[in-house]
């Protein structure tokens, strides 16, 4: 037995050890860690498990027959991140350049099926040349086998992809599927066709990191969720983000025991933070901070679509989602990307029992040729359908402006908000008050031996009748006007009263969303 027991030793430390020392070489030259490393970083000192470590393929052809590595390319198994499981996969670049054959699919493919009947969340760390061209259809299917049990885990699972090496073809629509998709800057890409054919099919020269590298799909695409200069800080993110996040859709986010920040701490700065003058611009992210706890947030998409912000936030030790308008850039419109980044966001608080504040100061959607060619219409229904769907507590708070569709889109009373709290500086209206006189006064206007005194009498007649601050109020579309010191006691309170709230929904196998 001793003997036996020696051996299984040396076998397990070869495979640890990877292909040979070459290869490992060939890795730290491109500046990339071993799937090894990378687990190590990801999960807690000593309690990872790995699965099927011995496993080798049986394919044959091609010289296969006599290439047969063990782990096949992939490293599975679970461990704990901050004390709470979690399933991972690891591909390894080393062995056949990371690429998915049958046994190497198969591995991936039970993880995903462990991870789904714990109910724990899965990581996929992804540095792989696709299917594995010498075993044809089968590297396909099994392809279709991830594919297939991402969709069934959505909403289910929290499932995390980090992009550490090259990602191309079929092989990319796995991260698209999952809920959060980490870059890594300079060795990671994403594309369903090179550089190569790109140039071949439309004469279009680029860079395999100016087709799908980290930066592109971070800021343009919205592909990555967030992108990295290095493979440490992105793992110790990861770790971040899992501690935040339930294990599953039946459990409610982990909380802190004793939040350190009082709950009803008066935010007095917030009286300085934003303008009364609703055409002035500020940071919105300065106002989700002094609104949460520790002044701390997690903003995902922080570099897409930068007029909406994405944040998840702790108020009273309590995890929350919060969507912004961001009035720095585009004025805080909502636009194509911004109402994609948001329903997103929405649908994924929704599934994983996190609540959601909604702070609002919008002056409408986007106007142009382009948006409404390249399809607004139906983009922005995607957000209104996934707040209308929401079944977790739901606070709206109007800082500032909040006019026609956009106003209604950002979480109103009318769509489904449990409650809706206003600063007397908003302005809740159909348009600004400029435009309304123009379109209701236009003959007087015209008319008149001094249009321009006319139309500022009537733009003031306007604000007076239909937007001053209380109107909303008066009509039960606001429950209530509130001190902007007291949005953070006001939001911890509503919050923990909203806590037990049990909405269903009717029976049917699914809604049609908007696409």
């Not at 395999?208 to 695409?221: E, I, K, P, R």
């Not at 009803?264 to 611009?281: F, G, I």
Request: proline share 6%.
């Amino acid at each position: 037995m001793r003997s036996r027991v020696a051996e299984l030793t040396l076998l397990r430390e070869r495979v640890a050890a990877g292909p040979n020392a070459k290869a490992t070489q060939i890795q730290r030259d491109k500046g990339k860690l071993t799937a090894r490393e990378r687990v190590e970083l990801l999960f807690d000192p000593g309690t990872f498990h790995e699965i099927e470590a011995l496993r080798r393929h049986r394919a044959t052809g091609f010289g296969l027959e006599t290439k047969r590595p063990h782990t096949d390319g992939v490293v599975t198994g679970w461990g704990l991140v901050n004390g709470r499981t979690v399933f991972a996969y690891a591909h390894d670049f080393r062995i056949f350049g990371g690429a998915l054959g049958e046994a190497h699919a198969t591995k991936i493919h039970k993880v995903q099926d462990m991870a789904e009947a714990a109910g724990a969340p899965i990581v996929g760390l992804c540095d792989g040349a696709g299917a594995r061209i010498q075993e044809g259809v089968t590297a396909l299917a099994g392809y279709g086998g991830i594919f297939q049990r991402n969709v069934r885990a959505s909403g289910v699972i929290p499932q995390i992809s980090v992009m550490v090496g090259p990602c191309a073809g079929g092989a990319a629509y796995s991260p698209a599927l999952t809920d959060f998709v980490f870059m890594v800057r300079d060795i990671s890409q994403m594309f369903i066709t090179g550089p190569d054919v790109v140039q071949a099919v439309t004469g279009e020269v680029i860079s395999h990191d100016g087709l799908g590298g980290a930066d592109v799909h971070a800021t343009s695409s919205g592909v990555a969720t967030f992108a990295y200069d290095d493979e440490e800080s992105c793992l110790a993110d990861v770790r971040y983000l899992l501690s935040l996040l339930p294990s599953n859709n039946r459990e409610a986010p982990p909380a802190d025991a004793v939040p350190a920040d009082p709950a009803d701490r008066r935010t007095e700065r917030l009286l300085d933070l934003v303008p009364v003058e609703s055409s002035r611009a500020y940071d919105m992210r300065a106002v989700i901070a002094e609104i949460v706890d520790n002044g701390e947030f997690f903003e995902v998409h922080p570099l897409w679509a930068p007029n909406v912000v994405c944040a998840l936030v702790r108020i009273d030790g309590h995890l929350t989602g919060v969507v912004a308008n961001q009035p720095l850039h585009l004025a805080g419109v909502l636009d194509i990307p911004a109402s994609e980044k948001a329903a997103r966001f929405v649908q994924f608080c929704d599934a994983f029992n996190i609540p959601l504040v909604t702070l609002v100061d919008v002056p409408g959607f986007l106007p142009g040729v382009d948006q409404e060619h390249n399809g607004i219409i139906r983009h922005g229904a995607k957000l209104l359908y996934a707040y209308c769907n929401a079944t977790v507590p739901r606070v709206q708070v109007i800082l500032r402006k909040a006019y026609g569709g956009a106003y209604i889109v950002m979480d109103s009373r009318s769509i489904g908000a449990d409650l809706s709290l206003a600063w007397p500086t908003n302005e809740i209206a159909v348009m600004g008050a400029e435009g309304a006189a123009n379109v209701i006064f236009r003959r007087e206007i015209t008319a008149a031996a001094d249009p321009e005194a006319v139309r500022q009498m009537r733009i003031a007649e306007y604000k007076t009748e239909l937007m001053h601050p209380y109107y909303a109020a008066e009509r039960g579309l606001v429950d209530d006007v509130i001190d902007p010191a007291e949005t953070r006691s006001a939001l911890a309170s509503a919050l923990a009263m909203l806590r037990a709230k049990h909405r269903p929904l009717p029976a049917r196998k699914h809604g049609n969303q908007p696409q």
